[in-house]
Structures are given as C-alpha cells and as structure tokens.
C-alpha cells in the first residue's frame, strides 16, 4: 500500500459525459501528478501541482484539468468524454516539489462507452 | 526533449535464470532515472533510481541497475528471477537538477515471464 488513495477504482460512463476522479497523496505529501495509462499511448504524464498551485504540464487535452485543495487532495476532471478518453488514471504523490521517491495510486479504471 | 526505449515488449526467462530489461535514454540534461513495477491490477511500485552519485545502483526485490552515460543505457538486472517477478517493468527518465522528479517520460514498458 503505497498511502495515495484514488477513487473510484472503476468508472463506467458515456460519450459526451464529465467525470472527476479524487486522489487522496501520502499524508504530508504536497505533489500531486496525474498520469494517464493506456494501450495506445502508454503511460504520460499530464500535470503536476505542489501545494496548490500547478507546476507543470504534460500531455494534458484541453477537455481536462485539475484541481488541488487547501487539504492537498486533488481532483482531475474529464469532460466531453470520447471513447479514447478510456484508460487507467494514476495519482502520484511526493513529499516535495524534486528529489522524494514519487509513490503511485493504484489507479482508476475509466471506461467511456 | 526527453525519452526512453525499452528494448523489448515481452522478455521470457526460466525461473533461476538472469534477469535483463533493456532501457536507454535521451536527455539534454543530466537526467534521473528510474525503474518501476506494475503487477497486474496493481499500481506502480519503485524499484530502484538514479540521481547523482554511484552508477550502480540496488533496489527492492535483488534488482539493480547500472547507469551508463556513454551509452546512455540504464538496464535492469537480477541475477536469478522467481516466479513472484513476473510483471511489467517500466523505465522512466526525468529532469534533474532542479526539475521536478515527478515529471516523468515513461518507456512502453516489458513484461517479464518467468517459466518454471
């Protein structure tokens, strides 16, 4: 158990739907990254935020974005859901900003349909 | 700008056997390495990384890997794999020296097998 929780592990939903996926870092952790994982594209690295403020871009459509609290969770929102969309969603957390062993959730299966 | 090629998709090797994941590199700046796990279902787990300092370097599991800056190589080894080490291995390069670790450009990834 690597201490980032994300919810929910599975999420089923529709063309044209939102969805929001939660991450929950390591207990004072203040990085948050989200990481994309699917069969086409592998995994990629979308963005990067550290005590709330956004520190780094990736590969990260237009249709997402995300949000870090005052509580250090984070939240990654995907709207306009296209079947490609459909992949599994990791949240990494770190102690600070470079240099700390970066610990991954186990991820969220989304499946558009 | 950055990437990794790891060589081979699918690597098989009898359980006892050595272990050998291939990955090289291209970074413009001294990069941080690193190698991760996933088993099936699971998220990813470091097993080892590189930052600055000793080239070879031990991780979890009896894995280590060497750093190679003229061949711009940082291959995974284990001397005898076991059963429980099937999975796949994931190199990923990142900026370092003032970049963020967590920035992460991750190779297509090796699944390993290990017959019995």
């Known amino acids: 158990d690597s201490g980032v929780t994300q919810t929910p592990k599975h999420l089923i939903t529709a063309t044209g739907q939102r969805v929001t996926l939660r991450c929950s870092p390591r207990?004072?952790?203040?990085?948050v990254y989200w990481y994309q994982q699917s069969l086409d594209q592998g995994l990629q690295f979308l963005i990067h935020?550290?005590?709330?403020?956004?520190?780094a871009k990736g590969n990260i459509l237009e249709r997402f974005s995300a949000q870090q609290f005052p509580d250090l969770h984070s939240e990654l929102n995907l709207s306009s859901l296209e079947l490609g969309d459909s992949a599994l969603y990791f949240c990494?957390?770190?102690?600070?900003?470079?240099?700390?062993?970066?610990?991954f959730g186990e991820g969220s299966w989304l499946t558009v349909v | 700008a950055q990437s990794v090629t790891q060589l081979g998709s699918h690597v098989s090797v009898s359980e006892g056997a050595l272990v050998l994941l291939r990955c090289n590199y291209s970074s413009s700046v001294p990069p941080y390495l690193f190698w991760y796990v996933q088993y099936p279902n699971q998220g990813l787990q470091l097993l080892l990384k590189y930052t600055t300092g000793a080239t070879l370097v031990k991780g979890i599991n009896g894995f280590e890997a060497e750093f190679k800056k003229s061949e711009t190589s940082f291959h995974l080894t284990k001397p005898s794999a076991h059963m429980s080490d099937a999975a796949e291995y994931f190199c990923a390069v990142s900026e370092g020296y003032g970049g963020s670790q967590g920035n992460l450009i991750f190779g297509k990834g090796t699944k390993l097998s290990v017959k019995p």
């Open positions: 990494a957390s770190s102690a600070l900003e470079s240099g700390n062993t970066i610990y």
């Open positions: 935020y550290y005590n709330g403020e956004e520190r």
């Open positions: 207990s004072g952790d203040l990085s």
